[in-house]
């Protein structure tokens, strides 16, 4: 088993999303017009992860409009479906953890120095890959290089140098865990 994504939420002063939102958000719907599918473009992690099957199974003249703008309307959507099910298939079968971190959104939270730095700790970008993904991994067939070779479903962070007093704010939160 290996790290392959990692995020958070709310990191803007205004922001009132909360971790559960922003995963089912990633992990798509669970009934209603379009059971098991999903909305990609309210998720990153989801139009990336569709754009690699795309791009593995060669589907790119069944899904020209995959990625493009913040909404569609229903008749793309309905095309959109059976990726958006195959999107949403992929992401629930991975495992996650999650590290409780209460604190106030703030881009220096330490939700996101923790987030911000275990990316770049954790990506193989531009680096001798010490855990290098296996060939299987989906994410190879990205179109965005940095997700491609860097093992991980992130592109902000993956270039970064991380610092490693971020290791003992992260064991902090594991201990009051």
């Known amino acids: 088993m290996r790290v392959t994504r990692i995020g958070t939420h709310a990191i803007s002063k205004s ?19 379009r059971p098991g599918g999903g909305n990609h473009r309210a998720s990153v992690f989801r139009k990336i992860v569709g754009g690699s099957i795309i791009m593995h199974n060669n589907l ?14 229903s008749k793309i959507k309905d095309k959109e479906y059976e990726l ?28 996101k120095v923790i987030e911000r730095n275990s990316i770049a700790l954790l990506s193989n970008f531009n680096k001798t ?24 479903w992130n592109s902000d962070h993956i270039d970064e140098v991380y610092d490693p007093s ?12």
């Open 84 to 111: 958006e099910k195959s999107v949403s298939n992929y992401i629930r079968k991975l495992p996650f953890l999650w590290i409780e971190i209460d604190d106030e959104p703030d881009k220096f939270s330490d939700r």
């Open 60 to 73: 790119f003249n069944d899904f020209p409009k995959w990625g493009i703008g913040d909404s569609a309307p």
């Open 15 to 33: 922001s009132k999303t909360s971790l559960w939102n922003r995963l089912s958000t990633h992990r798509g719907t669970l009934s209603g017009s």
């Open 129 to 152: 890959a010490i855990d290098p993904r296996s060939s299987e991994w989906l994410g190879k067939y990205s179109q965005k290089v940095k997700i491609k070779n860097s093992g991980l």
């Open 166 to 177: 971020f290791l003992d704010l992260l064991a902090k939160y594991i201990d009051d865990m």
